[in-house]
């Protein structure tokens, strides 16, 4: 995008942009958050922080208590690499991010994890530490990089981000007008941000409005499309809505996706195992919520039976993803395909309705991805209820009222990167995928379900991370370290 800057004559005298009129393509601005603010409007001095590591180490978080510079730990855990810790904090308080290695002792005198008490003689070997402060900008970002002498926690917000940028910018230009340059570039954007901000906040506060009132309406259609087109697959052509696309989110409807033969295929194969449903847990695992109620059942892709139902209906999920995406999905080491139940118990009924609370099936917080872990998800609906049973994505103002034979499919990363260690890169969503399954009232809801990955293979397949998106052998690896002290989590 670009922005039409109004500048002094008296800043750029002597300067590299001798025009009062100046164009700044803001290109630079496609790596920032759009979603956040220079300085916070609000008078509260409270922030919320998210610490990412991208160091090599396990790290925990100390906050230094002033003046006494007392350590106060903030974890009772450990935050992996490449993982990351949400905290809630105050204006000016000052924080140490500390790498812990397996013969260094922890600054409050720890020698394992569950032991405070203080060490009175000097302390040899101590773990290396960062400090940072936090600032009265918001959405700030810590990045925890390095090891050793060369470990560092670094404040990365918009503020930073875009001086930087600016520094790198006008690294040619010379010194007379460049700092007010850069302030009026710094004002102009920050209102941009300030009215970004402003616009997820009204998103997010109507999105809860926006799923009562949809699930309540069993009347209500789909959402209209963006873009209505088409997609050949294997001489047949199925018609596809766009209802909702961003740089690192689609949501697509396909309809005839699969067949009736297909549907009786995977509820034969399911009948046996189905069981409660689970969410992902926050230590990596998977546990029982409230929030999903319906019964489930994971069915294993014959990759050696390519005229088998399963597998003609796995591969065509593949096709497609690779052909609206540059991910270049493979079905080898993917996640099992889920059979999903949802049953209704009636008008009049008092009972906990059969539904699945607005969650994200991957990164939805606009973070940078995890290789390994999941990048699009597609719902097909099978048998859908007489009343009930929507599919939401309140925070984009989308609706879809399924019917039987129709996939919805989306993303939730943008363009991917391959690196050479076949690990993957790319951008998050920043919350546009976030979604529900509106309480089924009467009738019944089947429904076949695959979320998918990349940085997967047939030798390191989908069972290999955990729900965090970590290798599990790593966690292992770092439990030699810790003791078995456990994995991150959030305050």
Known sequence: MAILVQINRVCISRFCISRAWVTVTL????????????????????????????????????????PKEDYVRQQTSVTYPLDRLNINSFVNHTFAAVEITKDCVLPDGVTK????????????????????????????IILVTGTGSKFLAVLDDDVSRLRSLLDEAFENCEEDGKECLRQNLEVTVGSLLKKNTLEKTVRESMA???EDYTCADSKISTSPPLQNTTWTHNGVTRD???????????????????????????????AKSLHKATVASSDGGSEFSENRKALQASIKVPLNSPSDPVYLLSSRIYDYTNAHTNYNLTMEGQEDIMSIQYKGCGVDCEEKRDRYMPHCDGECGGDEYLSGSRVATVVIYCKVPEIGGGTNFAKSNIHIKPEAGMATWFRY??????LED????????????????????EGEKKIVTQW????????????????KGLKKKDVEKFKEITGGWGGGEEL
């Open 452 to 467: 998918m990955r990349a940085g997967v293979n047939a030798e390191e397949p989908w069972d290999s991370f955990n729900t």
């Open 27 to 66: 290109f630079l601005l496609l790596n920032l958050s759009f979603t956040s603010v220079f300085v916070s409007s609000s008078t509260s001095t409270a922030r919320k922080i998210v610490i990412r590591n991208k160091s090599p180490s396990l790290i925990t978080l100390y906050w230094i208590s002033i």
């Open 208 to 210: 809860p409005l926006i």
């Open 113 to 140: 994890p569950y032991d405070d008490s203080k060490l009175k003689s000097p302390i040899k070997n101590i773990c290396t530490e960062s400090r940072f402060t936090v600032t009265p900008n918001t959405d700030q």
């Open 413 to 418: 990363v943008g363009d991917m990167t391959t």
């Open 422 to 441: 076949g690990t993957v890169t790319g951008a998050s969503d920043s919350g546009y995928s976030e979604h529900s399954g509106c309480p089924v009232i």
């Open 240 to 270: 596809v809505s766009v209802l909702f696309k961003s740089d690192n989110a689609e949501v697509h409807i396909v309809k005839e996706f699969i067949s009736p033969e297909e549907c009786a295929a995977i509820e034969k194969r399911s």
